[in-house]
């Protein structure tokens, strides 16, 4: 776990392995960043040219290594390109600051402390450098044997131009630590492989983090769930050996006027079932449970910061496999809400297990539900790899969430609900089928959930098939693997809930 240190000393002047400096075009020119005029001032007033010499160009993503000059403490200077400089004088744009930060941090491995000469104008910017640097420090090596010698992310970050007693920049801190550990706690669990990572197993990590943290936790069994008549969540999870749980994992702040209940899709394996995944998409589906990550880490979060808004999450929490026992296509499962599904394809089963939830979270009445899933594919041909999409019912709550995932730095677009795709799920067997229209699928899949929510309760649907797992190269503070797509969007949303700003 990487540790993170507010402090003003000079960026001349303080010991590191590595000092982080940003760079930004201006017009044709390479510009120093803010913040780096010490560095600079030792590469007597040169670094730009030096750096230019070298092929920088200042783009973001860029990132070049120079040994120090005389008059700095540190052996090593990192220059990471911060795109365009502001005009102005403005601040540089928070995600700016956020990538350029995760850059410097991934490219720093080996180095055991480093410190950020990055721009800061204001708490704002030391938070989102905090953020870009604490999740571009993130390295899943628990099965791995690295041996004493690992070149690993820094073990401590320092953040020049923090004020450690200035309160408005120590809750900054806080909060960047806070978001980026629990993200990182998301992504650890969407890496872990599903021989550990059953259904049981996430839960009682949830149970082990209400210990924590202070929170209500209740686990629903298999023995509960079929009593309880969750037809959704059992039929998924037939065909395992590994039974399926249903999870409640509740905050509440005594000062709390709003209730926000966050359901997450939790497929801690999908092999699809009858309907097997064809070969080459099999490999990456310990992935499936990332919605149910993402809650899992909004609420514990949400905690840690301490919103005045009660948030629960709801973790749906199944393996998808075949054998005698898994549910068939044709067969019709009764759900929690006592509709019945025919189910067509079990590769469609997020949507079964999420319905069950949505249903049970609506009787608790709350004032908004947001669900999330790694649901279809159909998502990332239309919005790509980092890209999520959102859908609702109201149309001011999609636009609402779409802003604050762009102000918090995710990707995401608001897409519709075609009251006409609705007829391709009916069913001459049951209440509905579990697909409709091929084309349109993932509103298809929107248009399911939209069934299971309670009357006059607010809805958004966020599918982050795409950007849930990156199997690329790492950019920015994006490592290859699990993401944590989606939970800084719902913590601020949990935190404009709680000023009841949405």
Not at 197 to 216: M, N
Not at 279 to 286: L, V
Not at 462 to 480: M, N, Q, R, S, V
Request: hydrophobic share 45%.
């Amino acid at each position: 776990m990487t540790a993170l240190t507010l402090s003003t000393a000079g960026a001349a002047t303080l010991r590191a392995d590595a000092l982080v400096v940003g760079v930004a075009t201006s017009g044709k020119a390479l510009v120093v960043a803010p913040g780096a005029e010490a560095v600079d001032k030792a590469f007597d007033g040169r670094l730009a040219a030096v750096l230019e010499t070298l092929g920088a160009s200042g783009a973001e993503g860029e990132a070049i290594k120079l040994p120090a000059p005389a008059g700095l403490k540190t052996p090593v200077v990192l220059a990471v390109g911060l795109g365009a400089a502001p005009e102005d004088g403005a601040a540089f744009d928070a995600e700016a600051l956020r990538r350029a930060a995760g850059t410097a941090a991934r490219t720093l491995t080996g180095a055991k402390k480093a410190a950020f000469a990055l721009p800061v104008t204001a708490p704002g910017d030391a938070e989102a450098i905090a953020e870009g640097a604490l999740l571009g420090a993130y390295a899943f090596t628990a099965y791995q044997d690295r041996g004493k010698d690992a070149k690993l992310p820094p073990a401590e970050i320092v953040l020049l131009g923090g004020k450690p007693r200035d309160k408005a920049f120590k809750a900054a801190a806080e909060r960047a630590l806070a978001l980026t550990e629990e993200i990182n706690r998301a992504r650890d669990l969407i890496n872990m492989p599903p021989n550990d990572l059953t259904p049981a197993a996430f839960a009682a990590t949830a149970q082990a983090a209400g210990k924590e943290h202070g929170l209500k936790v209740q686990v629903l069994d298999e023995k509960a769930l079929a009593k309880g008549g969750y037809g959704g969540i059992l039929g998924v999870g037939a065909g395992s050996q590994n039974p399926p749980r249903l999870v409640r994992i509740a905050y509440t702040h005594p000062d709390a006027e709003r209730t926000l209940a966050l359901v997450g899709k939790g497929i801690t394996y999908d092999s699809g079932g009858i309907s097997l995944k064809p070969a080459g998409h099999n490999e990456t589906m310990k992935c499936d449970m990332s919605g149910a990550a993402a809650v899992f880490a909004a609420v514990v979060a949400a905690a840690r910061i301490g919103l005045a808004v009660n948030v629960t999450g709801w973790l749906a929490l199944a393996e998808n496999m075949p054998s005698g026992s898994a549910t068939r296509p044709g067969d019709v499962l009764r759900m929690y809400s006592g509709k019945t599904v025919e189910v067509l394809n079990t590769d469609a089963e997020g949507r079964l297990v999420l319905a069950d939830a949505l249903t049970k979270a609506s009787e608790e009445n709350p004032d908004a539900i947001v669900d999330v899933a790694t649901l279809t594919g159909a998502m990332v041909l239309a919005l790509g790899n980092r890209t999520f999409g959102i859908m609702a019912n109201d149309d001011d709550y999609r636009t609402a969430i779409h802003e604050i995932a762009g102000e918090v730095g995710e990707q995401s677009w608001p897409m519709p609900l075609p009251a006409d795709l609705r007829k391709g799920m009916d069913s001459p067997t049951a209440d509905m089928a579990n697909m409709g229209e091929r084309m349109g699928g993932g509103l298809v899949a929107g248009l399911f959930l939209k069934e299971f929510v309670g009357e006059g309760i607010t809805w958004a649907h966020l599918d982050i098939a795409g950007p849930a797992f990156h199997e690329g190269a790492p950019y920015g503070y994006t490592p290859k693997g699990g993401t944590g797509s989606a939970v800084r969007t719902l913590v601020k949303l949990a935190e404009r809930t709680a000023d009841g700003d949405v």
